[in-house]
């Protein structure tokens, strides 16, 4: 299983990459807007910290206008995976880019039928949103499930990239359910490491040693 890095947050990037897990980062218009720096800027920045994917959104919401950010964006690094939404417009861009050889990532998707689509336009990546699903009552990781058995039928190289994860028990189900990819916010990494009993033994090991530490 992939982890990505789910922020724009350059320090952060730093900081859990340093711990040898994260495989790529993926953004949205709303995380680079919580940087203050530019997109070209902070997508830069990134693709000197993780040698991976990294996933950046389109604005446009037309086709030529999704086509042309896309193929710029595609030109800085051939890590970029271009985001596209998935609309009437977002899925020929996916179509038209997948067949150039731009990675594309179809993003905002909320029903398997989307899935299906994006997979079809030779989207690379498709990104359903579970959080976003389990907010309004309906269950994102059966969505996962629905997904991963209808790529799984038809043997879609698409990848499922699980999106707006909100703890780790997410995580956890998503891997069990065999995603390829969980895109994880940090403060998820924070509390996937954490277990008290850890912290319970480690104190213990500590305080034992305390008392034995001097002995010759
Ligand atoms: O990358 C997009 C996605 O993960 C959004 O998450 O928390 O805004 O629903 P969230």
């Known amino acids: ?10 320090e952060a990037i730093k900081k859990y990459a340093a711990w040898g897990v994260v495989d ?23 693709l000197e910290v993780v040698d991976g994917p990294i996933s950046t ?20 690094h051939k890590n970029i995976y271009v985001k596209v939404p998935i609309t009437q417009d ?3 861009a996916c179509k038209t880019l997948s067949a150039e050889g731009v990675n594309v990532n179809v993003t905002l998707i909320f029903s398997a039928g989307q899935a299906l689509l994006a997979a079809k336009a030779g ?3 498709v990104s359903p949103f579970i959080g976003r699903l389990d907010d309004i009552c309906q269950d994102g990781m059966e969505l996962i499930a629905e997904i991963a058995q209808i790529f799984g039928n038809y043997d879609f190289k ?7 994860i909100r703890h780790p028990r997410h995580v956890i189900d998503a ?13 998820v990494f924070d509390l996937l490491i954490k277990h008290p009993l850890t912290d319970i033994g480690l104190k213990k090991f500590l305080e034992d040693w305390e008392k034995v530490k001097d002995l010759k």
């Not at 698409?158 to 707006?164: E, P």
């Not at 891997?175 to 403060?187: H, Q, Y």
């Open 1 to 10: 299983m992939q982890f990505f890095l789910d922020t724009a947050n350059i």
């Open 24 to 46: 790529g980062v993926t953004t949205n218009p709303s995380l680079i807007s919580k940087e203050g720096v530019s997109l070209e800027k902070r997508i830069k920045e990134i």
């Open 57 to 76: 959104e389109v604005i446009a919401a037309d086709y030529e206008g999704m086509l042309e950010e896309a193929r710029k964006y595609a030109k800085w």
């Open 90 to 92: 977002g899925l020929r």
């Open 123 to 125: 989207a690379t990546v």
């Open 158 to 164: 698409t990848k499922i990239l699980v999106a707006s």
């Open 175 to 187: 891997a069990r359910l065999g995603a390829s990819i969980a895109t994880v916010p940090p403060e």
